[in-house]
């Protein structure tokens, strides 16, 4: 049965970056970080544009028939 305690302590973090070095290489890490960062930021400026869209009053425009 596997519990998870809560947030890893000083040990199983330097285990993680110990493993993320050794699979990815320290030359393809900043590269992926680089590419998580695109990623926020995208997603921050999408919720973003999301919540002023949904702030500002849309007005209904209606046609008249002539």
Do not use: C, H, Y
């Amino acid at each position: 049965m596997f519990i998870i305690l809560g947030m890893p302590g000083p040990w199983q973090i330097v285990i993680i970056v110990a493993l993320v070095l050794l699979l990815f290489g320290g030359r393809k890490i900043p590269e992926l970080m680089r590419g998580l960062g695109t990623g926020i930021k995208e997603f921050k400026s999408a919720t973003k544009e999301e919540e002023l869209e949904n702030d500002t009053p849309k007005k209904e425009t209606t046609k008249k028939k002539n």
